[in-house]
């Protein structure tokens, strides 16, 4: 697919198919998420990826009940992490600006793009849901102390094909002079 067909065609998918997502797959959209960038080649993007029916039953347990219906039949749960006090940061510790930690949900944000946008160029599709209890899912997979939960990224084959919502204008969202 060319790039432009997959900017356009890339869509937040509410309702999925009950079939299985190939490990070769999986493998391509993680490694695309690998290769954006990061503050200093940080790379504190962290994935933890729910595959087996187990494993999804609980991070689907973790979402409220309007994801849980969003994501129904979705074989891979993806729960997204960023490692703070890393991007954005000197190497005495201190933040390099004021946005501190921004920084690496910013880049966790550039990571989990690459990673939606290669779903949608293997004909898969996704949904990034921020409403979910962080707290659980780090104990679901004992994710550490130095890592915050950002987000959990449905993965399947969807079964709607919804049109592209209104979008702004280049004049609603930049100054140009």
Known sequence: MEFQDVIESRRSIRKYLDKKVSDEDLNKVLEAAILAPSWKNSQVSRYYVAKSPEMVEK???????????????????????????????????????????????????????????????????????????????????????????VSVISLGYGDIEPQMPKRKTIEDIAVIK
Not at 91 to 110: A, F, H, I
């Open 59 to 149: 991070v689907y347990n973790c979402l409220p009940e309007f994801n849980q219906n969003n994501v129904k039949n979705a074989p891979i749960l993806i729960v997204t992490t960023v490692v703070l006090n890393r991007s954005g940061y000197n190497k005495d510790g201190t933040p390099s600006n004021e946005l501190g930690n921004g920084w690496g949900y910013y880049d966790c944000g550039l990571h989990n793009m690459n990673l939606i946008l290669k779903a949608t160029d293997l004909g898969l599709s996704t949904l990034i849901m921020g409403i979910r209890d962080g707290q659980a899912l780090k104990e679901v997979f004992d994710i550490p102390d130095d890592q915050s939960v």
